[in-house]
């Protein structure tokens, strides 16, 4: 029942900048962990950055530290990723989670919901 749809992705250059959307519908957002996921090509898919229902916790990845920042508008359903400093290794299809219990945690398996995916291509 709960959906959940990213747009943002895009092909951009070494140090660009882009953000990333998830809007969520059939369900309770506010009552949800969001986290973001990315997965690069042959890769598993590993942890990126996980917020609070209210957006009062936040945590990252060391290699997206101090470049990335989550955040969420309760009111529009939708949580965002603003990525920075674009590095090549950010290449990846970035997913975003659902955590009903409201638990942010760096883990992919307690998370119940997931997107489908949005591309990102970083160039050098």
């Known amino acids: 029942q709960v959906q959940l749809v990213e747009s943002g992705g895009g092909l951009v250059q070494a140090g660009d900048s882009l953000r990333l959307s998830c809007t969520a519908s059939?369900?309770?957002?506010?009552?949800?962990?969001m986290a973001w996921f990315r997965q690069a090509s042959g890769t598993e898919r590993e942890f990126v950055s996980t917020?609070?229902?209210?957006?009062?916790?936040?945590f990252y990845a060391d290699s997206v530290k101090g470049r990335f920042t989550i955040s969420r508008d309760n009111a529009m359903n939708t949580v965002y990723l603003q990525m920075n400093s674009l590095k090549v290794e950010d290449t990846a299809i970035y997913y975003c989670?659902?955590?009903?219990?409201?638990?942010?945690?760096?883990?992919?398996?307690?998370?119940?919901?997931w997107g489908q995916g949005t591309q990102v291509t970083v160039s050098s």
């Open positions: 989670a659902a955590e009903k219990s409201g638990h942010a945690i760096n883990l992919p398996s307690p998370y119940d919901y």
């Open positions: 059939g369900g309770a957002f506010s009552n949800y962990a």
């Open positions: 917020i609070s229902r209210n957006g009062g916790y936040t």
